[in-house]
């Protein structure tokens, strides 16, 4: 039922060119391919990449590596957003993981040891995912709208991470940490290779197993799938749990990134990339239909943005104006409604000298 | 189903329990006000001087520091009773401390504002109650500069200036061409040290080839450097202003296999503690000092102004500024 969504009448035309252009990721594609080809009129050598002390190194790289924390919290984002849920909650969360991760380090007696580097690792994913789980419990169990549910956590959590640095910016250096972050694993960033890793497991599982099914039952009706057999509470809690536990991996990749535990600005404002990555992506803040693969050009064109403004020399002043005017450009060329408009003005005007003619 | 019934129930529980305790707060004020007043008229003279200080949060190193100074200064020996509150960055967290400390009838208010705008109520109210205020390291954009006493801080202009003059001292006629990791949009701290900046290295054929704002934190200092080394590969000189965007640039430098002040030289303004770290080992090249040890000031001002005394409407704090030689060197002592 919900694949009848959306109006599938279409005029005639080339079949393949249609298929292609009314296919949910083709703008999305577009708007990014534009985003590489403006970069590269300005910097030249943009997408160009070189070997520099053993590893790969070049603006393609830099992109691959800064969106690997967005990508891991969109991963957990699109999963809760395709049960009609939200995960307001993971700024909050990134910034818990990289706060206790390096203060652990820092009063440990080893900083540089890969065992304690370990057990930071362990201890902050092990609270993110209490913390997933806590935002399962209020949604899943106790029946409080997901949008309050993780308002809690996000604005506890910020203080929670003050206390847990005591108000500072907590610096250590740690070699083995700084890998996760900012290091090289075979000549590709090692932030990028867990990420993309994650990613592909998670997309795996879900497009392997009937697990992708069964969450967007939940999220186009939790009612009629529970009635179904579907356990609609626990799948709910899971993919809760999952988004706090990509989130806290996120934290630690920022951390490790500058190796600072910023209580205050770590993931701020994650969220809201988080979720407009999940919509540029085609997924319906109405549960239901999710896309990985959507999420995935969603966060790519976010970092792409972020690195354009500098390459082309956007105005500090104008910087909110520019990212706006192109993600409200990339949301309306995706809406059918707009195209179909567009598509009827465009024929109006094409059929117009026929009927001269006639 | 009676399981989630008990579940229910306790929820209710502890959201009543945290209803009468926000309850609790919201009514203190009311209760201290009518004991407030009197203990005003009885304090003064050679009595402790009550001072309330609202602080704008808790949000970096150079904070911290702020605070531990204003704490350490306004002790009982010292002659003080300090009230101090803590408006994590909202600006209604400020006004309603600073209402609190009105009806509490403390000798003098001090606070550094969150924001410029939007203090003209609440200091009219600390004026009509005879309460004089003291502004610390922001000032407020109003038009009437009755409504307080003094203003103690850096001057975020002659920063920029200072890092601009010693630019000019070491690198003029080289032909450098810089990049500037702007502080936060809009705010004085960037707008100033921007304008000082300018004004210093004009004349000099130190060319400014692009300037980009970092929100003064570490990761987007670190984005944007990326950027501007994909973008020009002739980048001599890096002015950022604050530290922890210069740290951001330091890792983006040394990812791009050049060497922080070496290849590429480095100068931001603050000197906190990893600032100094990264001087003293030779990755910063010169850091203008933004000092956070505004509490003997502070102690002062408050003591002339409760005592009757003149003060001086804008007290400008010195700021040091290090060379790498002068960073070994005081690394040790500091205190932030």
């Known amino acids: 039922m919900p694949a009848t969504t959306g109006s599938r009448t279409r005029p005639a035309g080339p079949p393949g060119l249609r298929n292609l252009t009314h296919h949910t990721l083709f703008w999305p594609v577009v708007a990014l391919v534009a985003l590489l080809v403006a970069n590269t009129i300005f910097s030249p050598d943009f997408l160009s990449v070189s070997i520099l002390d053993g590893h790969l190194f070049g603006a393609p790289i830099d992109i691959l590596r800064n969106s690997a924390p967005l990508l891991l919290v969109s991963l957990g984002m699109t999963l809760v957003i395709a049960t009609r849920g939200i995960d307001l909650s993971v700024g909050a969360v990134v910034a818990i993981a990289g706060a206790l991760s390096l203060s652990f380090i820092a009063t440990a007696p080893d900083p540089g040891s890969v065992s304690t580097v370990i057990i930071a690792i362990a201890i902050a994913l092990g609270l993110c995912l209490v913390l997933g789980i806590w935002n399962g419990f209020l949604v899943s169990v106790v029946g409080i709208q997901p949008i309050i549910a993780t308002l809690i956590l996000m604005t506890a959590g910020r203080g929670v991470a003050m206390l847990i640095t005591e108000g500072q910016i907590t610096t250590v250096t740690s070699a083995p940490f700084k890998t996760l972050g900012a290091g090289f694993w075979l000549g590709l960033p090692a932030a990028a290779l867990i990420a993309y890793g994650v990613y592909l497991i998670v997309a795996l599982i879900t497009r392997r197993s009937a697990l992708g099914m069964l969450v967007e039952a939940v999220g186009i009706n939790p009612s009629a799938s529970r009635l179904a057999g579907v356990r609609a509470r626990t799948i709910v809690w899971t993919v809760f749990a999952l988004s706090g536990l990509f989130s806290g991996l996120a934290g630690l990749i920022l951390a490790s990134n500058v190796m600072a535990a910023d209580a205050n600005n770590a993931g701020l404002f994650i969220e809201l990339d988080a979720i407009l990555a999940v919509v540029i992506g085609g997924t319906s803040l109405q549960g239901g239909k999710f896309s990985l693969s959507g999420t995935l050009v969603g966060v790519l064109i976010i970092t792409t943005l972020t690195l354009t403004v500098t390459i082309v020399g956007i105005s500090p002043l104008v910087t909110p104006l520019f990212k706006a005017l192109v993600v409200i450009a990339v949301t309306l060329l995706q809406s059918p409604r707009v195209r179909d408009k567009l598509a009827a003005r465009a024929r109006q005007r094409a059929a117009r000298p026929e009927e001269v003619a006639a | ?336």
């Open chain 2, 1 to 336: 189903m009676a399981r989630k019934m008990w579940m229910r129930g306790t929820i209710a529980a502890v959201s009543a329990a945290a209803m009468l305790a926000l309850g609790a707060c919201s009514s203190e004020p009311a209760s201290e006000e009518s004991g407030g007043s009197e203990s005003a008229e009885g304090s003064g003279g050679d009595e402790l001087i009550s001072i309330g200080f609202s602080q704008v949060g808790a949000e970096s190193g150079w904070r911290a520091a702020n605070t531990q100074s204003i704490q350490d200064t306004l002790t009982e020996e010292n002659g003080f009773d300090l009230s101090f509150s803590d408006a994590q960055q909202k600006q209604e967290n400020q006004i309603q401390a600073l209402r609190s400390y009105i009806q509490q009838g403390v000798d003098v208010l001090a606070f550094s504002p969150v924001v410029e705008t939007g203090w003209d109520a609440v200091l009219e109210e600390a004026k009509s109650a005879g309460i004089p205020v003291i502004l610390t390291d922001r000032a407020v954009d109003s038009e009437d500069d009755t409504l307080y006493e003094s203003f103690i801080g850096s001057d975020f202009v002659l920063e920029g200036e200072m890092a601009g003059e010693w630019a000019v001292e070491q690198y003029d006629g080289e032909g450098y061409k810089m990049v500037e990791l702007q502080g936060t949009t809009g705010s004085a701290p960037a707008i100033d040290r921007k304008e000082g900046f300018g004004t210093a290295i004009s004349g000099s054929d130190i060319e400014v080839i692009d300037s980009q704002t970092g929100n003064f934190t570490r990761t987007e200092g670190k984005q944007v450097m990326e950027g501007f080394l994909q973008k020009y590969d002739d980048i001599d000189l890096v002015f950022a202003h604050n530290d922890d965007m210069g740290l951001g640039a330091i890792e983006a430098i040394e990812a791009a296999g050049m060497t922080p002040g070496e290849d590429i030289k480095i100068i931001t303004i603050d000197a906190v503690k990893d600032g100094m770290q990264a001087l003293a080992d030779g990755k910063i090249n010169y850091i203008v000092e933004c000092n956070p040890l505004l509490g003997p000031d502070l102690a002062e001002i408050a003591q002339k102004v409760v005592a009757g005394e003149e003060v001086e409407k804008r007290i400008v704090v010195e700021d040091l500024a290090f060379d790498q030689e002068a960073a070994v060197e005081a690394l040790p002592d500091r205190q932030y």
